[in-house]
């Protein structure tokens, strides 16, 4: 059985994630935005995260770009694949941290690797 969660206590369950990240990661992410959705796009329904921007690893001399990059956590599909908070908690950090890690250059061959795929 899913579980349901109101869209205020799931974001605070995204900012939690966030705040958990350690404070020397944290502080090399910039111009980066993170945004909490219901529905990934309809061309990848099960999409439980996104990162939308210039990997750190691809920029030139290390400037940002004008507009900030994005990460998407899609709410409903994390919802569908939980079957209790705890599990919810947990998928929700491995998102987070996942859609982050791509803001530093790291491929998703890697982050199964380290067990966030």
Known sequence: MPVEMS???FERLVEH???GIPAELAARVHNVVVLVEDD???DDPDLLGLYEGVALT??????PPDLP???FVFRNPLLEMCESVDELVDE???TVVH???HHFGIDDDRLH???YG
């Not at 691809?58 to 400037?63: H, L, N």
């Open 113 to 115: 690797e380290l067990g």
């Open 58 to 63: 691809e920029r030139w001399d290390g400037a």
């Open 7 to 9: 869209r205020p206590d």
């Open 99 to 101: 859609e982050v890690a």
């Open 69 to 71: 990059d994005r990460i």
């Open 92 to 94: 929700v950090r491995i």
């Open 17 to 19: 994630a966030l705040d």
């Open 40 to 42: 990934p796009p309809a």
